[in-house]
């Protein structure tokens, strides 16, 4: 059985730099997207260190003709994607009264289109070949409505429908789809995600406690190498299923939303207190909050 080639998207930092390596070590022909090379020294160090390689092509999947060109240079040194791993994504603060058509748009058009445009690079052979995985790297806040983040809800949300229609669309050529719903994992993406516009002032609360969330998440964040881990189980398993949830709250979050009743979503927002918010949230979710 020849080794599988594998794209992993945004291997430069976090998850995609962790999958890239996982998957590396573990038999696969990786090839990592960066916007730079000349900035992906982390990445070639950790794949050093592993005893791996990383191959690397430059691609911003924010960009149709960056994502053409990039494709073309992987079948040009590979001859075909086996796995794609669509991990390249961005953060999106802000509620959904002071948000506009433009910041959604934005990080839609990376976290939502870039991942579409990758796997349209990629299907035609997969259809072709009769064998593929695509492996979608949505979010907790995919499932639920995560406050004060709307673009980010937003995009990976509708990440979430695409994939599960991918899913059923590709099932009769024998591509598989897999969908990875992380909650808070070790990762730069938080570091960046510091915006809290709150231009009338009103939505201090809101803003307090995402940043609260994610204060929590941090303290208790799982290694970006546990993803990896479960994409790799994703791609290889002889039992695959659709979704796979990991890292800190995933799993807690997503069951407790399904079971809840949609007035006590709703009551929750209504909360004054942050007290009384944490201590309803670890009710809900079994989730503690608390500093």
Known sequence: MSTPIT???????????????????????????????????????????AGVTVDLVELDVADGDSVRAG???????????????????????????E???????????????????????????????????IVNITSVAGCFGALAQAPYVASKWALEGVSEELALEVAPFGIRVAII????????IFAKNTDAVNESGAYDAQYRRMFGF?????????????????????????????????????????????????GDWVALGALESDDEYVARFKELFDVDLSS
Request: charged residues 20%.
């Open 7 to 49: 794209v992993v998207t945004g291997a430069n930092s976090g998850i995609g730099r962790a999958t890239a390596v996982h998957l590396a070590a573990n038999g696969h022909t990786v090839v990592g997207t960066v916007r730079s090379i000349d900035k992906a020294e982390k990445l070639n160090a950790m794949a050093a260190d």
């Open 71 to 97: 494709f073309a240079e992987v079948f040009a040194r590979h001859g075909r994607v086996d796995h794609l791993v669509n991990n390249a994504g961005v953060g999106g603060n802000g509620v959904v009264e």
């Open 99 to 133: 948000t506009s058509p433009k910041q959604f748009l934005d990080v839609m058009n990376v976290d939502l289109c870039g991942a579409v445009r990758c796997a349209q690079a990629v299907l035609p052979q997969m259809r072709e070949r009769g064998s593929g995985t």
């Open 181 to 188: 719903e992380p909650g808070v994992t070790k990762s730069a």
């Open 214 to 262: 994610y204060a929590a998440g941090i303290r208790q964040a799982t290694p970006a190498e546990e993803v990896a881990e479960v994409i790799l189980h994703a791609i290889e398993t002889d039992q695959p299923t659709l979704r796979y949830s990991v890292s800190w709250a995933a799993s807690e979050i997503i069951a407790g939303r399904s079971r809840m009743a949609e």
